[in-house]
């Protein structure tokens, strides 16, 4: 079955520390990859995607993030956080010539001063 | 700018109520679908639309219709709502293509009592 899994529900670091959201996913064919973030009261936005080609992907605001196949995880890094990163994470994958995403139960990360 | 909106932003209804949630996207996209955010479960997708007169059931279909007459709008229905129907209900919009990036509304939240 399709699915995706973020371990993590809460992350709290500190402003100008490194962040990894991890996310591991299961899927039949070759998966397309993408993490949205969701800030209070928000509709979701995307940071990056993953199709082919280079497995180190760079999105907006300085996001990162690296598809492994072997592992089956597309984890998101960012080296150096700032406090308006606090959010919400969710990690989604499809793929197989359909829209249709499944979603990740989501990160919330907390940046303390 | 193209956009995505929803109305309206938030409501408060009652056990067997009929609810219309507004979805209006100006992208002139073929796909438009509907999530629920519920903590611990993040989106699940209720019903999509590829196009004029398609819907589709998703996941969690039970309780709730849409309709497409146009190309712009996508409403939900929830026939008659239930408390388990508490949530924030997404709508979002794409291009026709496995690697397009899904457009959010910011959000409707629905309390039934």
């Known amino acids: 079955a399709q699915s995706v899994t973020q371990p993590d529900i809460h992350i709290t670091v500190s402003e100008g520390a490194s962040l990894e959201l991890r996310c591991n996913y299961s899927y039949g064919a070759t998966p397309y990859l993408f993490w949205y973030v969701q800030s209070p009261g928000q509709g979701l936005q995307l940071l990056l995607k993953y199709f082919s080609g280079d497995t180190l992907v760079q999105g907006i605001k300085g996001f990162e993030a690296e598809f492994k196949r072997s592992q089956s995880s597309f984890n998101l890094r960012k080296p150096s956080v700032h406090w308006s990163d606090a959010a919400e994470y969710f990690c989604?994958?499809?793929?197989?010539?359909?829209?249709?995403?499944?979603f990740g139960t989501g990160t919330r990360l907390q940046v303390f001063p | 700018d193209a956009e995505i909106t929803q109305s309206p932003r938030h409501k408060i209804t009652e056990t067997g109520r009929q609810v219309t949630l507004a979805c209006h996207q100006t992208w002139n996209h073929n796909n438009m679908f509907w999530y629920r955010q519920d903590l611990g479960h993040g989106l699940r997708l209720i019903h999509y639309s590829y196009g004029v007169q398609d819907t589709n059931k998703g996941e969690v279909s039970d309780g709730y219709s849409v309709s497409r007459s146009n190309t712009e709008d996508l409403p939900l229905t929830l026939e008659s709502a239930a408390s388990s129907q508490t949530s924030v209900y997404f709508c979002?919009?794409?291009?026709?293509?496995?690697?397009?990036?899904?457009?959010f509304g910011e959000g409707s939240r629905l309390t039934v009592l």
């Open positions: 979002a919009s794409s291009v026709n293509s496995p690697t397009g990036e899904l457009f």
């Open positions: 989604a994958v499809g793929g197989g010539g359909t829209d249709k995403l499944i």
